[in-house]
């Protein structure tokens, strides 16, 4: 079984609809993050977490909230989709300095 | 000017080739450098990860950090077919915040 799942993996939603990005991880890592990755422009941090009562905006956070419902599980919603939130979102999570897991990627296309 | 810039290629080598992957970054806070494989399709894969300068070696791959020319590289030595992918950069101040990626550069290793 992978050890980072993302839940769709493919999206299709219209503007101003809310949708939810789900992510699990097998590995017992506390830090969980959520990333967008646009072409040229590479990965950018939407949010992280470090445990279930922490949570921090990345550098993108607007249009976005999450949720860390346990140290497994951390959700990203769009509250009302936009058509620039057209995007590749990845889940990731880490232990330590050497370790660190990606998610196979949700594409999602708003209309 | 962005913080993180990595030349987007496409970089297309012969098989065995060494191979030179480079980013260029400005913010001279960063300490903590990675450097990441992405296949298509997939999420990325930590490859290397290195504290302050100096170089490390694992295998056929090499990073190096220069932080007085704000400069990583990575090498790949005997380059292989499998070898083609995104390579990303990414660096952040105090590691699991806020990394910031550069835009991959994309690698083709010719049979």
């Known amino acids: 079984d992978a050890d980072v799942t993302q839940t769709p993996r493919n999206r299709i939603t219209k503007t101003g609809k809310r949708i939810m990005l789900e992510c699990s991880q097998t590995k017992g890592h506390d830090r969980m993050y959520w990333y967008r990755q646009d072409p040229g422009l590479g990965l950018r941090l939407i949010y992280y977490s470090f445990d279930v009562k922490d949570i921090n905006k990345g550098e993108i956070s607007d249009g976005y909230s999450v949720s860390r419902q346990a140290q497994a599980k951390f959700s990203l919603s769009l509250e009302s989709a936009i058509p620039n939130q057209t995007a590749l979102y990845f889940c990731?999570?880490?232990?330590?300095?050497?370790?660190?897991?990606f998610g196979p990627g949700t594409r999602l296309l708003v209309l | 000017q962005k913080e993180v810039e990595q030349d987007p290629g496409p970089l297309s080598v012969p098989e065995g080739a060494i191979v030179s992957l480079n980013c260029t970054y400005s913010n001279s806070a960063f300490q903590y450098f990675m450097w990441y494989r992405q296949y298509s399709r997939k999420g990325p894969e930590l490859l290397m990860y290195t504290y302050s300068s100096g170089n490390k070696e694992d295998g056929r791959f090499t990073a190096q950090v220069d932080k007085s020319s704000k400069y990583i590289s990575l090498f790949i030595r005997d380059s292989q077919p499998s070898d083609s992918a995104t390579y990303l950069c990414a660096m952040s101040r105090n590691y699991g915040q806020n990394f910031v990626f550069g835009p991959g550069t994309r690698l083709s290793v010719l049979p």
């Open positions: 990731a999570t880490d232990g330590s300095q050497e370790t660190q897991y």
